[in-house]
């Protein structure tokens, strides 16, 4: 059974810091893009960073750039997101999520991914 567990959620006042984990088991994702998203009540769910195979290649939203950091331990099987200076907008659930039709490069969106963690809630106090 292949799955993807996020731990590492909580309440944190604006400005502190969280780091997310997503352990895979089941299978191997360590040639594939893999990526943390989020989605906030009433939002769609939208892309927060992705990283390629080996994390050699990253990207980040925005609204993220400069205060999150992807990254991924492949002999590990697991995938990071360190989060600094948190913003009460930031408060929501964050998924994992692996793109198995691709590897070696990168994929960006949503619908690209075809495997998903059931997710933790990050909320940041104003």
């Known amino acids: 059974q292949v799955q993807l567990v996020e731990s590492g959620g909580g309440l944190v006042q604006t400005g502190g810091s969280l780091r997310l984990s997503c352990t895979t088991s089941g299978r191997t994702f360590s040639l594939n ?65 692996a793109d198995t039709r691709l590897n070696y490069g990168m994929a960006y969106v949503a619908s690209e991914y075809n495997y998903w963690g059931q997710g933790t809630q990050v909320t940041v106090s104003s």
């Not at 769609?44 to 980040?60: D, K, Q």
């Not at 992807?70 to 913003?87: C, E, F, G, P």
């Open 33 to 97: 893009p893999m990526g943390w998203f989020r989605q906030a009540p009433g939002k769609e769910r939208e892309p927060v960073a992705t990283t390629n195979w080996n994390g050699g290649s990253t990207y980040y939203s925005d609204s993220v750039k400069g205060r999150f950091t992807i990254s991924r331990d492949n002999a590990k099987n697991t995938v990071y997101l360190q989060m600094n200076s948190l913003k009460p907008e930031d408060t929501a659930v964050y998924y994992c999520a």
